[in-house]
Structures are given as C-alpha cells and as structure tokens.
Nanobody, 123 residues
Framework: QVQLVESGGGLVEAGGSLRLSCAAS????????TGWFRQAPGKEREFVAA????????YYSDSVKGRFTISRDNNKNTVYLQMNSLKPEDTAVYYC????????????????WGQGTHVTVSS
C-alpha cells in the first residue's frame, strides 16, 4: 500500500519560510517523479513544483519560481519543498504526489497523492 505523508505546514508571517516534507512508502520511490500541488480555499488545485527521478530536472510554476525549491532524498524516500519569501497568496493546502512520469505531474496528474498539509501565510 502506497502512502505519502506530508508534514511541515503551519502558520507563518509574510516574508517567512517553511519547509514541507513528504515521506513515501510502499513504492520504489527512486523510480517515480515527485511533485507538489496546492489548493487554496475556493480555488482549483494547481501545480507548484516537480522533480524527476533523480532530482536532476526540476520544474516550477511561475508563481513560485525563484522562491520555492523542490528537492528529494531517495535514500530517505522523501521529497521536500523549501518555501521562502512566503506571501499571503501562498496560503493553501499543499499536497505531494508521485507518478512514474514527471510530465504527468507537470500536467496536474498523479498516480498517488498525500493527504495534504495546511500552510497559512499572514500579512
């Protein structure tokens, strides 16, 4: 059974930083692309970032490029999202996801999803 468990969300002031983690189990993590998505209240889920199997290639949405960094540790079966210079508009539930094809993640699709972690950025 595949499980993705996010952690690291919370309340932070604008301009601050948070680091999200997502621990995976039940799959060959190193053979899956990993991604982060978010869904703000009243809005559709949107792509945030993705990394290929080795992490050599990384992709970001325009709204987070230069502020967020996705990384992964295949020895720990964990993907991270370092979020800096946070803005109130970054407030959302953040989900990690995995798929064998990173292109699917970039197109908003994934085989497995985590349960989400809340991030609130106060102004």
């Amino acid at each position: 059974q595949v499980q993705l468990v996010e952690s690291g969300g919370g309340l932070v002031e604008a301009g601050g930083s948070l680091r999200l983690s997502c621990a995976a189990s039940g799959l060959t993590f190193s053979m899956h692309g990993t991604g982060w998505f978010r869904q703000a209240p009243g809005k559709e889920r949107e792509f945030v970032a993705a990394a290929t199997w080795t992490g050599a290639m990384r992709y970001y949405s325009d709204s987070v490029k230069g502020r967020f960094t996705i990384s992964r540790d295949n020895n720990k079966n964990t993907v991270y999202l370092q979020m800096n210079s946070l803005k109130p508009e970054d407030t959302a539930v953040y989900y990690c996801a995995v798929d064998k094809e990173t292109v699917n993640l970039r197109n908003g699709r994934a085989t497995y999803w985590g349960q989400g972690t809340h991030v609130t950025v106060s102004s």
